[in-house]
């Protein structure tokens, strides 16, 4: 079974500019998170879809980051405009709520740096 | 705010030594989940507990859930560099599946 994709895995921009990653979670898992986690930290959820809908983005800074799931499959999360705080992993996950504790799938994450 | 606090930060040991890491919190989890971060990667996740005082055994690693549901500890055995990695506990959230992590314990195991 393959697990969860991410691109880029790596990224560097300038503040103000703008940035987009894309995840692809395992096949059939209806509920995708985004995650960002700053160096020596654990990581934070950002947001959370149920198929196409979101479920939770109480802690994506939305004056900056959108992000969108249109056809409940891929997700794009974008950045604009990037400011230096911003620098982080950004990870994906999936889950398909087959067993009772819905066990999240990590991708390897795509590492974000804000010059 | 923190709601898990683990400890120690950093932990760096010699191959074949045993070591403790620790996961605390001041309030009831429902469950907690032990990930493993290796460089560059996203977590993997260990184990689930959810019992008070529930032990479970995964090779050279057991994990232990407090009694009170407030506290959980992992105990890795005969270390191996295999073993290195950022160790995160995580907690689920009332009534939701969204998880909550810690800072994580980073272990450096030295041949």
């Known amino acids: 079974e393959a697990g969860v994709a991410q691109s880029p895995r790596y990224k560097i921009i300038e503040k103000r500019q703008s940035v987009a990653f894309w995840c692809n979670p395992i096949?059939?898992?209806?509920?995708l998170y985004w995650y960002q986690q700053i160096l020596g930290q654990g990581p934070k959820l950002l947001i959370q879809?149920?198929?196409?809908?979101?479920?939770?983005d109480s802690q994506l800074p939305k004056d900056r980051f959108s992000a969108e799931r249109l056809k409940g499959v891929d997700s794009t999360l974008k950045i604009q405009p990037a400011k230096l705080e911003d620098s982080a992993v950004y990870l994906c996950?999936?889950?398909?709520?087959?067993?009772?504790?819905?066990?999240?799938?990590f991708g390897p994450g795509t590492r974000l740096t804000v010059l | 705010t923190q709601l898990l606090e683990q400890s120690p930060q950093f932990l760096s040991i010699q191959e074949g030594e045993n070591l403790t890491v620790y996961c605390n919190s001041s309030?009831?989890?429902?469950?907690l989940q032990w990930y493993r971060q290796e460089p560059g990667e996203g977590p993997v996740l260990l184990v689930t507990?959810?019992?008070?005082?529930e032990v479970k055994k995964l090779k050279r690693l057991t994990f232990q859930f407090g009694d009170a549901r407030k506290d959980s500890s992992l105990h890795i055995t005969a270390a191996q560099p295999g073993d290195t990695g950022l160790y995160l506990c995580?907690?689920?959230?009332?009534?939701?599946?969204?998880?909550?992590f810690g800072k994580g314990t980073k272990l450096s195991v030295i041949p």
């Open positions: 507990v959810v019992t008070g005082g």
């Open positions: 309030s009831v989890f429902s469950s």
């Open positions: 996950a999936s889950s398909g709520g087959g067993d009772s504790y819905n066990e999240q799938f």
């Open positions: 995580a907690r689920r959230g009332a009534g939701s599946y969204q998880l909550t």
């Open positions: 879809f149920q198929n196409n809908g979101v479920v939770d």
């Open positions: 096949s059939g898992h209806a509920t």
